[in-house]
């Protein structure tokens, strides 16, 4: 009996630890002075709207996100709140829609507060809660990695780009831009 308590005062002291530690803060901190990426940072705001206006396009050149060694090559956010690659502009011709809104504006919660899972599909079309999205053609290539099935996602209003969200991957610290197609 003795040794089945000490058992459980064990187990419990390791379940409190494990629960003081908050979501994705746990263990050493990331080299970069609170740049990690990923591990179930969630932001507390959107990006802020952008100021600059978007260079010509290139023919076929994707811009490079890698800014500190082991951060992705994709749009994604520090984990102090700094939205990489978010400074295209607001005229950014990448996510010109014609019909901004056609299938109106997602009526679910968007922000830190309000996470949802993948349901299935794929950067064509995905959902979840009974909602749609397409991903931004031009983001497609950032998204290769994000499993449509399990991954948790947080969605912000875009300030830059009429017509489009920002899907933001909570495991990864990726984001796209995606464009509510209707529930």
Request: net charge negative; aromatic share 14%; hydrophobic share 35%.
């Amino acid at each position: 009996m003795k040794k089945f308590a000490g058992f459980l005062a064990v187990l419990l002291i390791c379940s409190v630890a494990a629960f003081a530690q908050e979501r994705g803060h746990g263990g050493a901190p990331a080299a970069g002075g609170g740049h990690a990426v990923g591990a179930g940072h969630i932001p507390s705001h959107g990006p802020a709207r952008s100021h600059t206006t978007p260079e010509a396009p290139k023919a076929n050149a994707k811009p490079s996100f890698r800014d500190a060694p082991n951060h992705p090559d994709a749009p994604h956010v520090h984990a102090n709140d700094k939205w990489v690659g978010h400074d295209t502009g607001r005229n950014d011709a990448n996510y010109h829609l014609d019909h901004p809104w056609a299938h109106g504006h997602f009526p679910g919660e968007i922000g830190r507060g309000h996470v949802w899972r993948l349901g299935g599909g794929g950067p064509d079309r995905f959902g979840f809660g009974g909602f749609f999205f397409g991903v931004a053609p031009y983001d497609f290539g950032y998204c290769s990695d994000w499993d449509w099935s399990t991954d948790d996602i947080v969605l912000y209003d875009d300030p830059d780009h009429v017509g489009w969200y920002l899907a933001y991957n909570v495991r990864l610290g990726t984001y796209i831009h995606v464009q509510y197609l209707g529930a």
